[in-house]
């Protein structure tokens, strides 16, 4: 697994920071994890979840709202509209530097976020929520002492968590345009919805106002003797879980030839891939590339040291590998035709530029060439006859055979 930190701008131009979770294997789709009030992207849940999603083949953005954590700007100044606005300026950067997200997960009032903002996200099509309210309005609560001193001098200290924060007036207003569940009737993506029926921040009564509201597909999954910040990683660890197994529904026409792409590509759909046919797309304006087979996806990049994000296998890689698993499957052919007793094979390959004075077996000695080098290990009962001919036939390997010959490649543009 892999943590990449970035930093993207809000609607403000104040710089939001956030972590990108990334899998090691290939990446079933991206995510935005919007924590709770005055939390932060390391808060506990956002933390355990992000990084178990990420072990499941999610590759989730969790990130700081405005003034909060190390994101910039004033926490006072901000309202529960503001926090939409950073859940759009995330889905922007998705889009533009890795793909679109097709999943948004909230916790507490993360959750209300989520579900107000999916409609506007036309790539989502799952909505998690976790010990959510279903509507903004719900903190009120939170401020129930200080709420006429907030009134009448359109500002107070109040105490949350155990740190002091500024609620202005502005605030408290802005709670109170959000409190119809309206969106939720009309979200039109599928629904998740988890809550601990002990939790004693955001009652279980807020996920039934939530689930009755929605339309199908919409799920329900109680986590039980969970408390509302999910501190045990237990918790966490079952709501990835969870998140993983059910969104896979609804992420199918996506992880096989209907993947949308950022930038000119994102509302693409790629056409029915023949054999013998391979599609390559961007997925970022650096070097990562989606790569499409009939039946299989996967990525290619650059390492970081090089300008890429090294999500992926760079080019050559592909191509030592494509030769290795050539080499490696003719072999076994083989010897299972032949009744060799052929325990293992390993295959190491390795590509280099050599002056021509290192090839013994060119004329030409003034120029560069390509040379890949190839080990193979052998295990098993083979007696020296046996492996002379498993190196003769190495050579034999179909991909051997198209890099020894002369290849001609040929261009063209399409519309």
Same mark, same amino acid.
């Not at 709770?36 to 999610?58: H, M, P, Q, W």
């Not at 045990?232 to 993983?244: E, F």
């Not at 994102?266 to 590339?289: A, C, M, S, Y």
């Given at each position: 697994?892999?943590?990449?930190?970035?930093? #993207?701008?809000?609607?403000?131009?104040?710089?939001?920071?956030?972590?990108?979770?990334?899998?090691?294997?290939?990446?079933?789709?991206?995510?935005?994890?919007?924590?709770? #009030?005055?939390?932060?992207?390391?808060?506990?849940?956002?933390?355990?979840?992000?990084?178990?999603?990420?072990?499941?083949?999610?590759?989730?953005?969790?990130?700081?709202?405005?003034?909060?954590?190390?994101?910039?700007?004033? #926490?006072?100044?901000?309202?529960?509209?503001?926090?939409?606005?950073?859940?759009?300026?995330?889905?922007?950067?998705?889009?533009?530097?890795?793909?679109?997200?097709?999943?948004?997960?909230?916790?507490?009032?993360?959750?209300?976020?989520?579900?107000?903002?999916?409609?506007?996200?036309?790539?989502?099509?799952?909505?998690?929520?976790?010990?959510?309210?279903?509507?903004?309005?719900?903190?009120?609560?939170?401020?129930?002492?200080?709420?006429?001193?907030?009134?009448?001098?359109?500002?107070?200290?109040?105490?949350?968590?155990?740190?002091?924060?500024?609620?202005?007036?502005?605030?408290?207003?802005?709670?109170?345009?959000?409190?119809?569940?309206?969106?939720?009737?009309?979200?039109?993506?599928?629904?998740?919805?988890?809550?601990?029926?002990?939790?004693?921040?955001?009652?279980?009564?807020?996920?039934?106002?939530?689930?009755?509201?929605? *339309?199908?597909?919409?799920?329900?999954?109680?986590?039980?003797?969970?408390?509302?910040?999910?501190?045990?990683?237990?918790?966490?660890?079952?709501?990835?879980?969870?998140?993983?197994?059910?969104?896979?529904?609804?992420?199918?026409?996506?992880?096989?030839?209907?993947?949308?792409?950022?930038?000119?590509?994102?509302?693409?759909?790629?056409?029915?891939?023949?054999?013998?046919?391979?599609?390559?797309?961007?997925?970022?304006?650096?070097?990562?590339?989606?790569?499409?087979?009939?039946?299989?996806?996967?990525?290619?990049?650059?390492?970081?040291?090089?300008?890429?994000?090294?999500?992926?296998?760079?080019?050559?890689?592909?191509?030592?590998?494509?030769?290795?698993?050539?080499?490696?499957?003719?072999?076994?052919?083989?010897?299972?035709?032949? *009744?060799?007793?052929?325990?293992?094979?390993?295959?190491?390959?390795?590509?280099?530029?050599?002056?021509?004075?290192?090839?013994?077996?060119?004329?030409?000695?003034?120029?560069?060439?390509?040379?890949?080098?190839?080990?193979?290990?052998?295990?098993?009962?083979?007696?020296?006859?046996?492996?002379?001919?498993?190196?003769?036939?190495?050579?034999?390997?179909?991909?051997?055979?198209?890099?020894?010959?002369?290849?001609?490649?040929?261009?063209?543009?399409?519309?």
């Amino acid at each position: 697994m892999q943590r990449t930190q970035v930093l #993207f701008q809000n609607k403000r131009n104040e710089s939001l920071s956030g972590l990108l979770e990334l899998p090691e294997a290939s990446i079933n789709c991206y995510a935005i994890f919007a924590h709770c #009030f005055t939390c932060s992207k390391d808060g506990i849940a956002a933390t355990y979840i992000s990084r178990a999603l990420a072990e499941n083949g999610v590759a989730v953005l969790r990130f700081d709202f405005t003034g909060l954590g190390n994101s910039a700007g004033d #926490f006072s100044n901000t309202n529960f509209s503001s926090n939409l606005d950073d859940l759009l300026a995330a889905t922007e950067f998705l889009q533009k530097q890795y793909a679109a997200p097709q999943l948004l997960i909230g916790h507490s009032l993360g959750g209300s976020a989520v579900l107000a903002v999916a409609k506007q996200i036309e790539s989502v099509r799952a909505v998690v929520t976790i010990n959510a309210p279903a509507t903004a309005e719900h903190v009120k609560h939170l401020f129930v002492d200080a709420h006429n001193e907030i009134l009448n001098n359109q500002s107070a200290k109040v105490s949350l968590g155990g740190r002091s924060f500024t609620i202005q007036k502005q605030f408290i207003e802005d709670l109170s345009r959000h409190n119809t569940l309206n969106h939720i009737n009309q979200l039109g993506k599928a629904l998740l919805v988890f809550h601990s029926p002990v939790d004693q921040v955001v009652s279980i009564d807020e996920a039934t106002r939530i689930y009755v509201a929605a *339309k199908h597909p919409k799920s329900f999954i109680s986590l039980d003797h969970a408390d509302h910040l999910l501190s045990d990683k237990s918790d966490a660890d079952y709501v990835a879980a969870m998140i993983t197994a059910w969104v896979s529904r609804y992420l199918t026409g996506s992880s096989s030839v209907e993947k949308s792409f950022s930038n000119n590509h994102h509302n693409d759909v790629l056409p029915i891939i023949q054999p013998g046919t391979v599609i390559v797309r961007e997925r970022n304006k650096k070097f990562t590339r989606e790569i499409f087979t009939q039946q299989h996806r996967f990525i290619s990049d650059e390492p970081i040291e090089q300008g890429g994000a090294d999500l992926g296998a760079n080019p050559y890689e592909l191509l030592l590998a494509a030769l290795g698993s050539c080499t490696s499957m003719t072999l076994r052919m083989y010897a299972n035709h032949k *009744k060799i007793d052929l325990e293992d094979i390993e295959v190491t390959l390795r590509h280099s530029r050599v002056h021509l004075d290192d090839c013994a077996t060119c004329d030409d000695r003034k120029a560069m060439i390509d040379k890949i080098s190839r080990e193979i290990r052998l295990a098993g009962q083979l007696n020296e006859d046996q492996r002379k001919r498993l190196l003769e036939i190495a050579d034999k390997c179909p991909v051997h055979k198209t890099l020894m010959n002369e290849i001609v490649i040929e261009t063209k543009l399409t519309e």
